[in-house]
């Protein structure tokens, strides 16, 4: 059974820095791409980024709202897919998902984020 | 960046309705779209994807269909479990946009 979950979300600043992981289970994690997409409090669904498996690269791409500050890798001997988020902003505020590979069959329950002073 | 509109936000419906939801792409897609069903506190789940293909396991009810810039997801006779926030996806090149949501309401 395929697994994704979630974890690192909390309660940071804004300006300051917070990194989530995604362990997968049940697939063999090597051979997917690993997206985030993260969800707002009340609000819709927002595509922040993905990274391509080693074979291509291991190489990330961008939703514009997060380029230049997020940054997506992936360990796959740990089975782990990793978003490093830097200069937090309020608007960054999300309940934050991973996902397999498009179409996104397979989501994790999601780890909150909240950036606030 | 393709921008997708959903079109109704909301739509106020009854138990055995027929409900068409449009997604209408800002440039053509071909048939890279997919369709995902939200209820409050859950991920989404996954109904449809290349436009028309229906995901194992989800209920026959519902359909999709078009290509290029317009789409439709139907549900042909609404049941309790189907009222949700629905949103639709484009997979035809990053950003991956989603649409708005469309909201069904009792």
């Known amino acids: 059974e395929v697994q994704l979950v979630e974890s690192g979300g909390g309660l940071v600043q804004p300006g300051r820095s917070l990194t989530l992981s995604c362990t997968g289970s049940g697939f063999t994690f090597g051979d997917y791409a690993m997206h985030w997409v993260r969800q707002a409090p009340g609000k819709g669904l927002e595509w922040v980024g993905f990274?391509?498996?080693?074979?291509?690269?291991?190489?990330?791409e961008y939703a514009a709202s997060v380029k230049g500050r997020f940054t997506i890798s992936r360990d796959d001997s740990k089975h782990i897919a990793y978003l490093q988020m830097n200069s937090l902003k309020t608007e960054d505020t999300a309940l934050y998902y991973c996902?397999?590979?498009?179409?996104?069959?397979?989501w994790g329950p999601g780890t909150l984020v909240t950036v606030s002073s | 960046d393709i921008q997708l509109t959903q079109s109704p936000s909301f739509l106020s419906t009854s138990v055995g309705d027929r409900v068409t939801i449009t997604c209408r792409a800002s440039?053509?897609?071909?048939?890279?779209l997919a369709w995902y069903q939200q209820k409050p506190g859950k991920a989404p789940k996954l109904l449809i994807y290349a436009a028309s293909a229906l995901r194992s396991g989800v209920p026959s009810r519902f359909s999709g269909s078009g290509s290029g810039t317009e789409f439709t997801l139907t549900i042909s006779s609404l049941q309790p479990e189907d009222f949700a926030t629905y949103y639709c996806?484009?997979?035809?090149?990053?950003?991956?946009?989603f649409g708005q949501g469309t909201k069904l309401e009792i």
């Open positions: 440039q053509g897609i071909n048939s890279y």
């Open positions: 996806q484009q997979l035809n090149s990053y950003p991956y946009t």
């Open positions: 990274i391509r498996t080693k074979d291509f690269g291991e190489t990330a």
């Open positions: 996902t397999l590979e498009l179409p996104f069959e397979y």
